[in-house]
């Protein structure tokens, strides 16, 4: 215990309320806004906003879910996140640093990805857009390795949840705008004579100019990190240890992390592990759907654009929110249940929603649900990934947990349109509700060995 008064220690320790937030006022956090938007707007861009594109196109369900896979860069950045957090790029390293360079470097990548995405019509060939959708998911997944070391070596660290916020602030714009700007982009773009044909053949009302225009907007977006990274100063060199050779360098790398993991946890760990492979199964399965079967069900983009990229993103914070309360409360186990619970439970809500066709009000009850759903289980699933973490090996741990988090849940979903031509919408939702039982148990038997670790701490 201090032996600091209460009052005394405040004062003396911590700044007042106006200082504190004028952190938020600082450059540092301004323009980690303003690098969040540019990490949040590639995502959907290669997943769920393409395959609303894609299936008013008139491609079939199976291959939109084997395009899915795209996403798996993202389950995979860790491999590369050595290179990116040691290797110097000579031209971009001499004229702007270490970590500018390397996002400069990705934002190129995705930027590219994007326009070629917007060139490229899926009716006449599909593989051109699915080089140009993993030139972007790899670029995105770059620059995201590459910001998170921009943003820790920014600002000291009593300033790192005020750079965290700004970012997630600016990230969830960019999701607003990748997400319902390009539909309504899109919408704006469309010839009024060809999209009054909504009601032809799939395929019939699509038009590539129109998406053309939303996908050059939004390479254009881009240009809001570019800038940001050129005018920003590169933050201060970290002395790094060199290792004395190749064998060195990886086991201090890749090897160690798993090593102080399995050593903390032993047999445990692998309980933990299939945790942490399966626990966001449910959602992220059937999110893939998600797009085409609001194409299928009549929705306009507007309908899509307001209700799921307006009402979901907002719906997701106050769920994120509530969560990160209620685990503060009643602790992250507990509320992870809840969240396994509630995000299988708001998949049976979909089966109804596929019942009543195009009903504007039931898509409103059901997005909504889900997202506060999805948002409770994310806040919950985050701290207890970030219990999880040795603070030495911090950053690569919490990369290769969420990468982990991905990768089953990312390959069955490529199998999900093949399941919707099979056996319709309805059982496909109810099937990924089922998806999440599994998942109950093995939150059950978690809390049951962390409260026995907690047990065996105390005696």
Excluded at 15 to 24: E, I, M, T
Excluded at 429 to 453: E, W
Aim: charge should be positive; include cysteine.
């Amino acid at each position: 215990m201090s032996s600091v008064p209460p009052a005394e220690s405040t004062a003396a320790g911590s700044p007042p309320w106006r200082d504190a937030l004028k952190v938020y006022l600082e450059p540092a956090t301004l323009r980690m806004l303003a690098l969040g938007f540019s990490a949040g707007l590639p995502l959907l861009l290669v997943l769920g906003t393409l395959s609303f594109r894609l299936r008013e196109a008139g491609i079939d369900r199976a291959t939109i879910g084997y395009l899915s896979w795209v996403g798996l860069a993202y389950g995979f950045k860790w491999v590369w996140a050595p290179l990116v957090d040691r290797l110097p790029l000579p031209p971009l390293t001499t004229l702007l640093g270490r970590r500018r360079g390397w996002l400069l470097l990705a934002q190129g990548m995705v930027i590219a990805g994007l326009v070629g995405m917007a060139v490229n019509d899926p009716r006449q060939g599909l593989m051109p857009m699915i080089w140009c959708a993993l030139l972007v998911a790899f670029g995105s997944a770059t620059q995201d390795i590459a910001l998170d070391a921009f943003r820790i070596e920014s600002a000291e660290t009593r300033k790192q949840a005020a750079l965290a916020a700004a970012y997630q602030t600016g990230y969830r714009l960019a999701m607003i705008w990748a997400g319902a700007g390009v539909l309504w982009v899109a919408a704006w773009a469309e010839v009024a004579p060809v999209a009054a044909a909504a009601g032809a053949a799939a395929g019939a009302a699509y038009q590539n100019g129109a998406w053309k225009t939303a996908y050059l907007v939004m390479a254009g977006s881009m240009f809001v990190g570019v800038l940001t990274v050129l005018l920003s100063p590169e933050p201060a060199k970290r002395s790094l240890s060199a290792p004395r050779n190749a064998a060195e360098w990886l086991r201090d790398v890749l090897v160690e992390p798993f090593a102080d993991f399995i050593r903390r946890y032993k047999w445990q760990a692998v309980l933990i592990l299939s945790l942490i492979a399966i626990y966001r199964i449910s959602d992220v399965v059937m999110g893939i759907m998600a797009n085409p079967f609001y194409v299928d069900m009549g929705f306009t983009k507007d309908e899509v654009a307001t209700v799921s990229k307006i009402y979901g993103v907002v719906m997701t914070l106050v769920g994120a929110f509530v969560g990160g309360v209620l685990s503060m409360r009643l602790g992250v186990m507990r509320v992870l249940m809840l969240g396994a619970v509630l995000s299988a439970a708001s998949n049976l809500l979909f089966a109804w929603l596929a019942s009543r066709g195009h009903d504007l009000t039931a898509l409103i009850a059901v997005v909504s649900a889900d997202n506060l759903a999805g948002g409770i289980a994310s806040a919950a699933f985050i701290a207890y990934l970030s219990s999880l973490t040795n603070i030495s090996y911090s950053a690569t741990q919490y990369a290769l947990f969420s990468s982990l988090m991905l990768l089953l849940p990312k390959f069955i979903a490529g199998y999900s349109g093949v399941f919707v031509d099979a056996y319709g919408y309805s059982t496909f939702f109810c099937a990924t509700a089922l998806l999440g039982v599994p998942v109950l148990v093995l939150v059950a038997l978690a809390s049951r060995t962390l409260a026995a670790r907690a047990d065996s701490g105390k005696s």
